[in-house]
């Protein structure tokens, strides 16, 4: 029998000794996943997605309350403009009354001094009452209007409610050169004519409640 040449033997050796290499490269492989396993997360992660996840729902709550916070002041903010905008309503619509009431006396005296009494109370109610009223009343609906826009423009019973709004400023204007005419002296109105515009005062006041409070709810 003829034995295998030097060269032939070294190539085997070679490639057996390569084949338990791969071998215990592969058990070591195993045996590490193995350990990995078996063994359990490891603490210091564990600690640091606990702590990731905390932190996430931290901010979600934060998130949430601080939204909670803002929409509170809206509405605290809308609830306390509405009622500037009712309380500026009612001391308008005193003072305009209050004013052209006076005015209906005033056509009645003849006295002077019981006439500059009447005057000075006719621009004690136009000044007081009737002016601020008028302004706060008007800011604060400009206000109300500005925290919904979307809705407001939109709104039929506001375009309503703003005609019979200019007539009532047009009413006020007229008031307050009447009540001009007769701090100076210079009165020339007629009773029934102070009259018809406390009625239209009045009528146009109705009205303006009328389209706000029903209007809003059967004309959206």
């Known amino acids: 029998m003829r034995s295998k040449p030097p060269a032939t ?18 058990r070591t492989v195993i045996a ?19 702590m990731g996840q905390g932190n996430v729902r931290l901010l979600s709550l934060a998130d949430q309350h601080s939204s909670g916070r803002l929409a509170a002041r809206n509405s605290s903010m809308v609830a306390w403009t509405l009622v500037g905008h009712v309380f500026g309503l009612v001391l308008w619509m005193a003072g305009l009354l209050m004013t052209t009431a006076v005015l209906v006396q005033y ?19 136009l000044r007081g009452l009737a002016d601020p009223g008028a302004f706060l009343t008007l800011f604060a609906g400009i206000i109300l209007v500005a925290t919904n826009r979307a809705y407001y ?6 375009h309503i ?8 400023i047009g009413a006020h204007g ?16 007629q ?7 406390f009625g239209v005062i ?18 959206k």
């Open 107 to 125: 056509s009645q005296e003849t006295s002077p001094k019981v006439r500059r009494t009447l005057a000075r109370m006719g621009r004690i109610c």
């Open 202 to 219: 009045l009528f146009v006041f109705l009205l303006i409640l009328i389209s706000t409070l029903p209007g809003e709810v059967f004309l």
């Open 32 to 50: 590490e996943n193995s350990s990995m396993a078996l063994s359990g997360p490891n603490p210091k992660e564990s600690r640091a997605s606990e």
């Open 153 to 158: 423009v939109h709104a039929r019973w506001l």
């Open 191 to 197: 009773r029934s004519d102070a009259k018809l515009l």
């Open 174 to 189: 007229i008031v307050a050169m009447s009540n001009k005419s007769l701090v100076s002296g210079r009165a020339n109105f």
């Open 9 to 26: 033997r070294a190539a085997n050796f070679s490639a057996c000794a390569e084949s338990d290499l791969e071998r215990n490269r592969q």
């Open 161 to 168: 409610k703003l005609v019979f709004v200019a007539v009532l």
